[in-house]
């Protein structure tokens, strides 16, 4: 596996771009008075993860690649909190909760299958 030259080649990008869209539009339903708390939180968690696996990508190695893929997971991780958050606190129902929580585990499995397929071929690096 090469790194591609694009970040754009890369379905899990799509994927977490998309996703990034639709929190934007779910978090402009939320209160203003969250404008400065958990929707920009929630944007910041959510933007993270797409923007780190560009910026892994244009990096030199595959390691340093690895190393952007692991704080895009950590930031997932840190969205699904968020996402948890505004339905416990009623800004988000529960279908969109599903939805989007479906969203982040599809995201995960690409991340972490992306992750491993680069660490193979990282040993002896």
């Given at each position: 596996?090469q790194?591609?030259?694009?970040?754009?080649?890369?379905?899990?990008?799509?994927?977490?771009?998309?996703?990034?869209l639709?929190?934007?539009?779910?978090?402009?339903?939320?209160?203003?008075?969250?404008?400065?708390?958990?929707?920009?939180?929630?944007?910041?968690?959510?933007?993270?993860?797409?923007?780190?696996?560009v910026?892994?990508?244009?990096?030199?190695?595959?390691?340093?690649?690895?190393?952007?893929?692991?704080?895009?997971?950590?930031?997932?991780?840190?969205?699904?909190?968020?996402?948890?958050?505004?339905?416990?606190?009623?800004?988000?129902?529960?279908?969109?909760?599903?939805?989007?929580?479906?969203?982040?585990?599809?995201?995960?499995?690409?991340?972490?299958?992306?992750?491993?397929?680069?660490?193979?071929?990282c040993?002896?690096?």
């Amino acid at each position: 596996m090469q790194i591609p030259n694009t970040f754009s080649d890369l379905k899990v990008w799509h994927k977490s771009h998309s996703f990034v869209l639709d929190i934007y539009c779910i978090t402009k339903k939320f209160p203003l008075d969250e404008r400065f708390g958990l929707t920009s939180q929630l944007r910041r968690s959510a933007s993270a993860i797409p923007a780190n696996i560009v910026e892994g990508n244009k990096r030199k190695s595959k390691k340093e690649f690895m190393h952007f893929l692991d704080i895009a997971d950590a930031s997932l991780e840190e969205t699904k909190y968020h996402i948890l958050l505004s339905r416990d606190i009623g800004y988000i129902n529960s279908e969109e909760y599903e939805r989007l929580s479906g969203k982040t585990n599809e995201i995960g499995r690409m991340i972490n299958g992306l992750m491993a397929s680069t660490k193979k071929l990282c040993k002896g690096i």
